[in-house]
């Protein structure tokens, strides 16, 4: 990991990566800029996780295997709380999608959401 404030969000969705990068893209109110996504408390590049196996993604520890990673790292200029609640948006935006999300970051217990499943 980067910055302190920087995070990995493992993303199990069945979507294509440039779908996930728009859906990211629309709901973080950002702008896709080459391979990633800028936006106010953010940089995320959503890309294919190179260890995802349908299989594995099932067991323990399965998030490691999800279909993608989106890899965050906080604006200089966005307070570490506002970072914090863009991520935690995120993450119930792509749950609302069905998306399963686990965040593997030094702040992960800030990024809890009230529904199944862990983050």
Known sequence: MGSPGSCDLFVD???REQKLV???R???SGITNCDYVDCGWGKLDVERNSDYSFWKRRGEDGF???RYIVWIE????TSF???VA???QLIRDLRELGARTVAACNFEDDL??????GV
């Open 13 to 15: 969705l069945n979507l």
């Open 22 to 24: 728009e859906v990211v």
């Open 26 to 28: 629309q709901r973080t």
């Open 64 to 66: 490691l295997h999800y």
């Open 74 to 77: 906080p604006r200089e200029d």
């Open 81 to 83: 709380p506002a970072h």
């Open 86 to 88: 863009g991520i935690k």
């Open 112 to 117: 809890r959401v009230d529904d199944a499943g």
